[in-house]
């Protein structure tokens, strides 16, 4: 176990410039450069709460706020493992050539996920300013949900890159999927209008967890119940040894395949 | 005498070759029911031994296909031996390919710590060798410049003075001379004796028997996966010379 530690703090200094690299790329050749991590979320933010507001209106207080901290949640988790999914291809010339331990790559999208979430945060508190919503102290807690949701989306990342390097057809399977667990996830509706049946369902995805916790932290100033946090944290640990499992299995099959 | 700080064991390496590359699920299914996923066995290696001491150097020579980048990349860690086992006792600096680690997109300077990093050096020693990098690669003017719009020359001369800029241990080197005019190659070759008389194991790989006689001491010959001859380099390259 202690080597496992040495060789990760070895390649620490490459986490940070494989991040780095991948928030540069993104932002290459444009104009506002970074400031896009904070702009884009604004922005979307601003045409989905127009949007809902005006077509959909359930009986939510503060409806904007409830699909921005919805999106804050779901878009996170769809950005890590997407390219947490494509992090092992997309490194194919590196790694048929220079020795690096292969999830190191899977973690580093998964980081530039998490700066990305902070810019998403960002944009909601600022949104909350504008909305003159009431800001608590317990909000300080939302990172608890975002470290499980970090936790349990590094875990699908880590289970996904290994899978794909052998059967591409999950790139394009997974895009369905995320979706399809959009609408499984209550990002736009809330849960009261669901009927009983479709209530389990939705209640039991790992990402409804996570969001419900975000939510009452940060809109509802009330702490989370702590069977939620217990199951959350539960799936977000089983998760994520699924993924190092299933990947620690397969690198050595990479190169062959990839 | 000491260990070897490199010690390959019978290694053999096999490749299984499908007749098709079976990249979807459903083909795999499909396949595997119908009991038609056939492998070609390859083997690219096939029981060969050496063993390499502290500040020796070795050349592989052979002629294409016969294993050489294989056993390279087996002892750089970018391959796992299908049998047989490689001891590594020190840091690798691998020249597989000049500026594998490169990102096309990012500038010089960028691709300097990138690549730094990748060989696991810190932020700080990269600075330190900085100018380092700048004077032997003679591309001062060009580092704010995308790698992508460099000519593989550029690209040969960045990635050699980046992956030498310490002492390692070990430092492999793939066919890294061919690219690059005859100065450079001059150059490259003074900085790699340098590493010798410092200390640095040397694995050599080229075409070139005049380079490999030049800078190694022992010769691995291989041929279509077996050690050919396994001896003092003066003497094998004379006969290399001669069975061509």
Known sequence: MSTYIQNFLKFKPLLIELTGRDIKIKYRRSVLGVAWTLLRPLMMMTVLSVVFSNLFRFQVENFPLYILSGQVIFNFFNDASTTGMNAIIGAKALIKKVYVPKYLFVISRVFSSIINLFASFTALLLVMLALRADMHYISFLAFIPLVLCAVFSLGVGLFLSAVTVKFRDIMHLWAVFTTALMYLTPVIYPMSILPDWMYKIVNANPLTNYLVMFRDVMLYNMMFSGKRFLVGAVEAVVMLAIGMIVFYKEQDTFILNI | ?244
């Open chain 2, 1 to 244: 005498m000491s260990q070897p700080i490199i010690e390959a064991k019978n290694i053999s390496m096999c490749f299984n070759m499908t007749s098709e590359k079976i990249d979807s699920f459903k083909e795999y299914v499909i396949k595997t029911i119908k009991r038609q996923v056939s492998y070609d066995q390859f083997w690219a290696l096939d029981d060969v031994s050496f063993e390499v001491y502290k500040g020796q150097s070795l050349g592989l020579i052979g002629l294409n296909g016969s294993g050489k980048s294989t056993m390279l990349k087996i002892i750089a860690g970018v391959l796992k031996p299908t049998k047989g086992t490689v001891t590594v006792r020190g840091n690798v600096a691998p020249l597989i390919e000049l500026g594998a680690g490169f990102d096309m997109d990012l500038t010089a300077r960028e691709n300097v710590f990138l690549n730094g990093a990748l060989l696991g050096h810190t932020r700080e020693e990269m600075e330190a060798a900085f100018p380092d990098i700048i004077q032997f690669s003679e591309l001062g003017n060009f580092m704010e410049v995308p790698i992508k719009n460099y000519s593989s020359g550029m690209v040969a001369r960045l990635g050699f003075s980046v992956a030498t800029i310490d002492q390692p241990d070990i430092l492999i080197v793939d066919e890294a001379l061919s690219v690059g005019d005859f100065r450079f190659q001059e150059k490259c070759q003074a900085r790699i004796h340098k590493m010798l008389d410092n200390g640095t194991t040397v694995l050599f790989v080229s075409h070139s028997i005049a380079q490999v006689q030049s800078i190694c001491q022992r010769i691995v010959w291989l041929d279509h996966g077996h050690v050919k001859r396994y001896g003092d380099a003066q003497e094998i390259c004379e006969e290399y010379k001669q069975f061509k």
